[in-house]
């Protein structure tokens, strides 16, 4: 029986937003990469150019607010919008005199109020604080048992997927930038038809998002990797790893040795070895009912 | 919050056995763990598929407007919760409710009017943000339009209605009998725990 009711809270991703500080910086993105490590960036509430505390506290509500599920983007665009009016904000001066603003086209990336420019700071911090918190939400002893492994998908439609370039008849690939050049590049293996899984300690994941890799990488080891990606991670079932030939069947889950909890180890003294064997070869054969029923 | 959670109980699609098991445990948190991490990753593989299906961006293809990526945002916005009673995946994102039931969308508070984008420059914008927007009155409805440069003619923007309802669409999350599954799934890789813990394959 499934229930359906109203949800509460997305506890981790909240409890990480509300920890970062805002850092108002008048730096280029190129210098805060250059001058603030990965660790503080990652931790940070911060966007190029941005000198005011107070927007990048508007940013952090409406995060809060979409993350909640309370808003969707186009609102909350426009509510960044309306406080970069208050704020007294006008693209070709900035924020006034001596705010370290410099002048921008109206309507592009450097326009701090552009759609273009907010959308890129909501939907970034949004996919990585998610992320992050899904991320740690998979390093239980028991997940990384279950979901030994990540794989690289698009989680997010594109027009023009990264990697390629639309001419007349169609799109067509510009070789070594899509993220299958990018996985081989790190050093990450194809399994099945080109499916991009690896470990969850794989290094592939921090490789993926380093800048000493790609000039658009965000120094990060959880999706986006990179500046303005669809592309996401999904967990991969542990025996599904196994049958692609991912990790071996005595694998351990990761590097960090499997604590069993106390809970665990009570319930596995519980019962002997052939009611548990009876058990799961139940559950396999009606596993395969529902799975037959869906077709 | 807005949005969905969801739990499910298996005890009627699990053998006697498998329900004795169950019902024999110290502790159910972990178990539930397994079950919800299962559930989370069916949704948000579910979405993921949504957001990547072409056909669930009709609006704004017609529009020729870039989509908003709705799908991929509830996916991000998908996670799970053990506890000893319970297993649950919740899914804090606008919209999700619809699978469940109709929703009839009305304008927020101190508005009169939803607008429905007719072109593609009004797709996925608040219309009090696009300036030189005013009514004229359509056929059907009223219309916010805008001034070309000519000075003369004029592009309508957006229909003004008073409600939308949405039709419910049980399609927007996966079918009942893939949560079952998934929840067996669950409780068989906590048996594997188990033989895990005890050093067998």
């Given at each position: 029986m499934i229930a359906f009711d109203e949800p509460t809270l997305f506890p981790e991703a909240l409890a990480d937003l509300e920890e970062k500080e805002a850092l108002p910086t008048g730096m280029n993105s190129e210098e805060i990469r250059r001058t603030w490590p990965a660790e503080l960036r990652r931790r940070a509430l911060f966007s190029a150019r941005t000198t005011k505390a107070d927007l990048l506290e508007g940013y952090r509500d409406q995060l809060g607010a979409l993350m909640g599920g309370d808003t969707n983007i186009a609102t909350a665009r426009a509510k960044v919008q309306d406080l970069l009016d208050s704020l007294g904000y006008n693209p070709l001066t900035g924020f006034g005199e001596g705010e370290g603003v410099p002048p921008a086209e109206a309507g592009s990336l450097r326009d701090l109020s552009s759609n273009m420019r907010v959308d890129l700071v909501l939907r970034t911090n949004m996919q990585q604080i998610a992320n992050y918190a899904f991320r740690e939400a998979g390093q239980t002893d028991g997940s990384r048992y279950a979901f030994p492994c990540y794989e690289l998908v698009r989680v997010a439609?594109?027009?023009?997927?990264?990697?390629?370039?639309?001419?007349?008849?169609?799109l067509v690939p510009n070789p070594g930038e899509d993220w299958p050049s990018r996985w081989a590049a790190v050093?990450?293996?194809?399994?099945?038809?080109?499916?991009?899984?690896?470990?969850?300690?794989?290094?592939?994941?921090?490789?993926?998002?380093?800048?000493?890799?790609?000039?658009?990488?965000?120094?990060t080891d959880v999706p986006p990797f990179a500046f303005n990606?669809?592309?996401?991670?999904?967990?991969?079932?542990?025996?599904?790893?196994?049958?692609?030939?991912?990790?071996?069947?005595?694998?351990?889950?990761?590097?960090?040795?499997?604590?069993?909890?106390?809970?665990?180890?009570?319930?596995?003294?519980k019962f002997d070895d052939d009611f548990l064997r009876a058990v799961r070869s139940d559950l396999d054969a009606s596993i395969e009912r529902g799975r037959l029923k869906l077709k | 919050m807005n949005g969905?959670?969801?739990?499910?109980?298996?005890?009627d699609a699990v053998s006697e056995r498998v329900s004795?098991?169950?019902s024999g445990l110290e502790n159910r948190t972990e178990l539930n763990a397994r079950i919800a991490d299962r559930e989370r990753n069916l949704i948000r593989d579910y979405f993921i598929s949504l957001e990547n299906d072409p056909a669930r961006h009709k609006t704004a293809t017609y529009l020729g407007a870039t989509?908003?990526?709705?799908?991929?945002?509830?996916?991000n916005n998908t996670s799970s919760l053990a506890t000893e009673d319970a297993a649950i995946v919740q899914v804090n994102h606008p919209g999700v409710g619809r699978s469940m039931h109709?929703?009839?969308?009305?304008?927020?508070?101190?508005?009169?009017?939803?607008?429905?984008?007719?072109?593609?420059?009004?797709?996925?914008?608040?219309?009090?943000?696009?300036?030189?927007?005013?009514?004229?009155?359509?056929?059907?409805?009223?219309?916010?339009?805008?001034?070309?440069?000519?000075?003369?003619?004029?592009?309508p923007w957006y229909a003004l209605v008073r409600s939308v309802t949405l039709e419910q669409d049980r399609s927007l999350l996966p079918p009942d009998e893939a949560f079952e599954v998934e929840a067996q799934e669950g409780v068989r890789d906590y048996v594997d725990l188990l033989f895990e813990n005890r050093g067998i394959a």
């Open positions: 439609w594109r027009a023009i997927p990264r990697g390629m370039r639309k001419l007349k008849g169609g050093g990450g293996e194809f399994y099945g038809l080109g499916r991009m899984i690896a470990r969850k300690d794989s290094p592939v994941w921090p490789e993926l998002g380093s800048t000493a890799n790609f000039d658009d990488a965000l120094d990606s669809g592309y996401g991670i999904r967990e991969v079932p542990r025996r599904e790893c196994i049958a692609l030939g991912v990790i071996e069947p005595n694998d351990e889950a990761t590097a960090k040795p499997l604590k069993m909890n106390e809970g665990l180890s009570v319930n596995a003294a | 969905l959670a969801i739990s499910v109980d298996i005890s004795a098991f169950i989509p908003s990526g709705f799908w991929g945002m509830a996916a109709d929703v009839t969308i009305t304008p927020g508070e101190g508005k009169q009017w939803l607008t429905i984008p007719l072109i593609a420059a009004a797709y996925n914008q608040r219309a009090y943000r696009v300036p030189g927007l005013f009514v004229v009155p359509g056929a059907a409805m009223p219309l916010l339009v805008k001034k070309n440069e000519d000075g003369h003619s004029i592009t």
